[in-house]
């Protein structure tokens, strides 16, 4: 820290303590440099408001969490932001440039990256072919390539050589030649998140990039996600393990039933009432900002089987509820 400011040195976004929000934070509140300006984005599906996000913004350089009981909207607001889905009214801007009724290609061509819950890597590619579509110019079978094929060679070398190196960094390097349908599935997120990468992204958006995944990978991908920060990207994703959530988020936001209901950092939105109500209906008394009141939450919700937080098989609180039930850990799940 050389200003005194809490600015960090040139470059280094770990270190950077200054205030996310500009004032009190809290739902909608301005950021201090936001890379999202999200103004009225609703979403209906028949009578269901699934996004009604009346103003939000996504802070630079950090991470934030998007959670939000099941149903609360997370996975629309994402497709809405990404180009995948289109609202029935609202605006947002990435990075200062309007966003609204571009393309997902588009999106992902400025630099806005998204992973999805269930990943879409290419089974019937091999890892390193899947790490190569996801560079944002690569030449393809274009006639150029025909026509200026040193040009494009050198391009497709600088591709491979790019998509070797992240796959030594994600440790799945030594399966570059394998079919990613023969990859397991904390695998496939780790290829999944790699392949994003290939674009160069500002914004990397991941949904539920730890649900299925093993516990052995699990601390991997933390690390790769906190490393997004440190490489100076912006990191938004959504999770149900409130655990990891507090581990790794700078900022979190919380849905339900399609609004932005409470905003801030981890411990202090963990304690608010809104996330309260909206997690824990009748389990008022818990404090979710502290691993005390985590088991708490668990031993309370052990007796009670009509309380929802994250679901069944996701998630720290899920796991141990299942451990105590006697069930297998990752039921149903693709494992790592
Ligand atoms: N294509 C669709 N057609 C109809 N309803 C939909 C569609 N997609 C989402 N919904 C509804 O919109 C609401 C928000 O769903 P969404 O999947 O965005 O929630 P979520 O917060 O991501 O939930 P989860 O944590 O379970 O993934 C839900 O009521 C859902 O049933």
New binding site residues.
């Given amino acids: 820290m050389s200003d005194g400011t809490g600015a960090p040195e040139t470059g280094d976004y770990m270190t950077d303590t200054r205030p996310i929000a500009q004032g009190e934070a809290g739902p909608g509140c301005r950021k201090r440099d936001p890379i999202v300006v999200a103004k009225q984005v609703t979403r209906r599906?028949?009578g269901?408001n699934?996004v009604d996000v009346d103003y939000l913004e996504i802070p630079r350089h950090k991470i934030t969490a998007l959670i939000?009981?099941?149903?609360?909207?997370?996975?629309?607001?994402f497709n809405l932001l990404t180009g995948f889905d289109q609202p029935n009214s609202g605006e947002w801007t990435f990075d200062g440039h309007p966003l609204s009724g571009v393309s997902s290609y588009k999106v992902a061509r400025m630099g806005m990256i998204r992973t999805f819950?269930l990943t879409k890597v290419m089974g019937k590619l091999t890892v390193l072919e899947n790490m190569r579509l996801g560079a944002a110019d690569q030449p393809g079978e274009r006639l150029f390539k025909a026509l200026f094929r040193n040009l494009w060679g050198g391009r497709e070398r600088e591709i491979t050589e790019q998509a070797n190196v992240l796959l030594q960094k994600f440790k799945l390097d030594t399966k570059r030649d394998d079919y990613a349908a023969s990859l397991s599935g904390g695998q496939r997120k780790l290829l999944e998140m790699a392949r994003s990468l290939m674009a160069r992204p500002k914004l990397v958006m991941l949904d539920e990039p730890m649900a299925g995944v093993n516990p052995a990978l699990t601390q991997s991908l933390l690390e790769h996600i906190k490393n997004l920060k440190a490489e100076g990207m912006s990191v938004l994703f959504?999770e149900?393990d409130m655990q990891m959530v507090r581990y790794i988020a700078d900022w979190v936001v919380v849905?339900a039933e399609?609004k932005v209901v409470a905003e801030g950092p981890p411990a202090e939105v963990m304690k608010d009432q809104a996330v309260i109500d909206a997690y824990l209906g009748a389990h008022h008394d818990v404090d979710l900002g502290e691993t005390e009141g985590v088991q708490a939450l668990e031993a309370e919700l052990a007796r009670d089987d009509e309380s929802v937080v994250g679901?069944e098989d996701e998630g720290i609180i899920g796991q141990h509820l299942t451990e105590q039930d006697g069930r297998a850990e990752d039921s149903g799940k693709d494992e790592g």
Avoid at 68 to 74: D, F, M, R, T
């Fill in positions: 599906f028949g269901i699934a939000g009981p099941n149903g609360a909207g997370k996975t629309t607001f819950q959504v149900h849905m399609g679901t």
